[in-house]
């Protein structure tokens, strides 16, 4: 069966689906494969190294007769409509295919009579470790993030003794201790700053220690969501967060905000208030930009300057992290694709079961049917449940 590798089209996206050392591990299960070229270049992949992998190459002109006869596709972004309208009945496509941002795209793959799996909703099961993409590429946000603050500070990270006297190390607060905080607090510590970390998740206490950050505990009510993720706040909850959170905010010569959930635009942290007593020159940094940001005047892709007493702090707005460092995050998702694939693929046919719970999980659309949930609620095909969001 054959298996296609577009290049990206989104605008910033360096990534690329599959590295030639995934393409030979699918060659090995009998899957024919073929990249457009130049899909991997941005990533540092070259087309010489997908040919000695065993993928056949085709230019941008043949896209179209590439996609026609694909029985899979796989891609990081959702493939834009006119791509999916190449498609053949049955196809499958792989990619991050948000079911509350991309319903455009979820209702051409409907109208297309493809299987669409998502690598947003991989059950979180042991199971399927090895096929999470949004671990593996929070994984790359997180280290990108704390990198980003180090380049923007007036400051030094680590305390260093020298001959003109001593410098203090900075002081990083990382709000939320998912995959991508974990990954913040490490690559600050090693950076030596002195970090501290907040999640409403109680049960994450002993994580941020194995980082080497102090937990920071705030006498409220714990909200342990499913699937190792938070529940979502209510406004009381989270100005009584808020307030609590403010002192440590000011103290911080760096912020790092990483929290999410699933499905819903991203809690507000910090607020203006929350920053005005912060030092100038701070800087903090908002991983949940793109779906809504975790601090109030944050924006995807930009800095933006607040002014506080004697001078101001900067907001960076982040974009695209993991493609800022694409040869990696580009090997881990491409490692995240292979393990979903062998999950369903024998003798070189791929044939995703929809009994078993890793397909169903993460199928945006079966067969032309739309399945999840949330994509239904998208596209209005179901009524929200009375009391929902």
Same mark, same amino acid.
Do not use: W
């Given at each position: 069966?054959?298996?296609?590798?577009?290049?990206?089209?989104? =605008?910033?996206?360096?990534?690329?689906?599959?590295?030639?050392?995934?393409?030979?591990?699918?060659? #090995?299960?009998?899957?024919?494969?073929?990249?457009?070229?130049?899909?991997?270049?941005?990533?540092?992949?070259?087309?010489?190294?997908?040919?000695?992998?065993?993928?056949?190459?085709?230019?941008?002109?043949?896209?179209? !007769?590439?996609?026609?006869?694909?029985?899979?596709?796989?891609?990081? !972004?959702?493939?834009?409509? @006119?791509?999916?309208?190449?498609?053949?009945?049955?196809? =499958?496509?792989?990619?991050?295919?948000?079911?509350?941002?991309?319903?455009?795209?979820?209702?051409?793959?409907? @109208?297309?009579?493809?299987?669409?799996?998502?690598?947003?909703? /991989?059950?979180?099961?042991? @199971?399927?470790?090895?096929?999470?993409?949004?671990?593996?590429?929070?994984?790359?946000?997180?280290?990108?993030?704390?990198?980003?603050?180090?380049? !923007?500070?007036? #400051?030094?990270?680590?305390?260093?003794?020298?001959?003109?006297?001593?410098?203090?190390?900075?002081?990083?607060?990382?709000?939320?201790?998912?995959?991508?905080?974990?990954?913040?607090?490490?690559?600050?510590?090693?950076?030596?700053?002195?970090?501290?970390?907040?999640?409403?998740?109680?049960?994450?206490?002993?994580?941020?220690?194995?980082?080497?950050?102090?937990?920071?505990?705030?006498?409220?009510?714990?909200?342990?969501?499913?699937?190792?993720?938070? #529940?979502?706040?209510?406004?009381? @909850?989270?100005?009584?967060?808020?307030?609590?959170?403010?002192?440590?905010?000011?103290?911080?010569?760096? %912020?790092?905000?990483?929290?999410? %959930?699933?499905?819903?635009?991203?809690?507000?942290?910090?607020?203006?208030?929350?920053?005005?007593?912060?030092?100038?020159?701070? %800087?903090?940094?908002?991983?949940?930009?793109?779906?809504?940001?975790?601090?109030?005047?944050? =924006?995807?892709?930009?800095?933006?300057?607040?002014? %506080?007493?004697?001078?101001?702090?900067? =907001?960076?707005?982040?974009?695209?992290?993991?493609?800022?460092?694409?040869?990696?995050?580009?090997?881990?998702?491409?490692?995240?694709?292979?393990?979903?694939?062998?999950?369903?693929?024998?003798?070189? #046919?791929?044939?995703?079961?929809?009994?078993?719970?890793?397909?169903?999980?993460?199928?945006?659309?079966?067969?032309?049917?739309?399945?999840?949930?949330?994509?239904?609620?998208?596209?209005?095909? /179901?009524?929200?449940?009375?009391?929902?969001?």
């Amino acid at each position: 069966m054959k298996l296609v590798i577009p290049s990206e089209t989104k =605008i910033g996206e360096k990534r690329v689906a599959l590295t030639p050392e995934a393409v030979a591990k699918l060659v #090995k299960l009998g899957l024919t494969i073929s990249v457009q070229a130049k899909a991997g270049l941005s990533a540092t992949y070259s087309d010489d190294a997908y040919k000695a992998a065993g993928a056949k190459l085709f230019e941008k002109t043949s896209l179209d !007769r590439e996609l026609a006869s694909a029985q899979v596709v796989a891609t990081v !972004r959702p493939l834009p409509t @006119r791509a999916i309208a190449k498609l053949k009945k049955d196809a =499958i496509t792989l990619s991050f295919l948000s079911p509350t941002t991309n319903g455009t795209e979820i209702r051409a793959l409907a @109208r297309a009579g493809v299987t669409a799996l998502s690598f947003d909703l /991989v059950p979180r099961i042991s @199971r399927a470790q090895s096929m999470d993409a949004l671990t593996s590429q929070a994984l790359c946000g997180g280290y990108r993030a704390a990198l980003i603050a180090a380049e !923007r500070s007036t #400051k030094f990270f680590p305390m260093l003794m020298t001959a003109a006297g001593t410098v203090t190390p900075a002081k990083v607060l990382v709000l939320g201790a998912g995959v991508a905080g974990l990954q913040a607090m490490a690559t600050a510590k090693r950076l030596g700053g002195v970090v501290s970390a907040y999640d409403v998740r109680s049960s994450s206490a002993d994580e941020v220690k194995s980082m080497g950050a102090t937990f920071i505990t705030l006498n409220l009510d714990a909200l342990e969501g499913s699937g190792g993720y938070a #529940k979502e706040m209510t406004k009381e @909850r989270t100005k009584a967060q808020q307030d609590a959170l403010k002192p440590y905010v000011s103290e911080a010569d760096i %912020v790092i905000t990483t929290a999410a %959930v699933p499905g819903k635009k991203a809690p507000l942290l910090i607020t203006k208030d929350m920053m005005s007593e912060m030092k100038p020159g701070s %800087v903090l940094v908002d991983l949940a930009a793109e779906s809504g940001g975790n601090i109030q005047g944050s =924006i995807a892709g930009k800095d933006v300057l607040v002014k %506080v007493p004697d001078g101001s702090i900067t =907001i960076v707005g982040c974009k695209d992290l993991p493609s800022q460092i694409a040869t990696h995050s580009s090997k881990l998702y491409a490692q995240n694709v292979v393990s979903l694939l062998s999950l369903f693929t024998e003798k070189g #046919k791929v044939q995703p079961d929809i009994e078993d719970e890793v397909v169903a999980g993460s199928a945006v659309v079966y067969k032309g049917e739309v399945r999840n949930e949330t994509a239904k609620l998208t596209l209005g095909l /179901v009524k929200p449940q009375k009391g929902s969001k």
